[in-house]
C-alpha cells in the first residue's frame, strides 16, 4: 500500500486536538451534564436546555467527523484495500467515517424528532399541571404513570419520544465509542511521551 506524504506537525497537532475535543464534549455531553441536569432542573427545564444543547452538540460532532476525515482520508491509500490488508490508520479511516455517519443521523434526522415528540408530550403535561418538578421530588403515586394509563395519546407519544430518544443515544455512544477508539490507537502508536 501506498503512503503519502508526512502530513506536517501543524496537520497532526489539528487532528489531535480536534479528535480529542470532540471525544472529550461527548464525555462530558453523555455522561456529566445530562445527568447534572437531570437531577437539579424542573423537567420542563431540563427539556428545553437539552432542546438548545444537542442541536449544537450534534452538529460540532459532525463537523469535528468532517474535518478529521478530510485530514486523515488524503493520507491513506485506502481505496485499494481489501478488509484484510486495512491497517490500523485505515481503520481509523473507518471509524471516522462511522463517526460522521451516526452524527449525520443524529444532526439531521433524530434530534429534530425526539425534540417534536418531547414538545407534544410536553403540551399534554403542561395542560395536567405537570413538569415543574425536579425528577424524585414527588411523593405518593407517580403522576406520570397515571397520566399514561388514562391517556393513550400521551403514552402512543411517550413510547414515540423513547424510540427517537434510545436510537439518538446509540447514535450517540457509537460516535463516543469510535472517537475512543481513535484516540486509543493513536495513544498505542506513540513512541514516547
Known sequence: MEESEDPGSLVKVIYLLVLSGAWGMQMWVTFASGFLLFRGLPRHTFGLVQSKLFPVYFHVSLGCAVINLCILAPQRAWINLTLWEVSQPDRSLILLLLSLILATINARWLEARTTAAMWALQTIEKERGLGTEVPGSLQGPDPYRQLREKDPKYSALRQ???????????????????NGLCLTALALGLRSL
Request: glycine share 10%.
Open 160 to 178: 414515540k419520544f423513547f424510540h427517537y430518544h434510545g436510537l439518538s443515544s446509540l447514535c450517540n455512544l457509537g460516535c463516543l465509542l469510535s
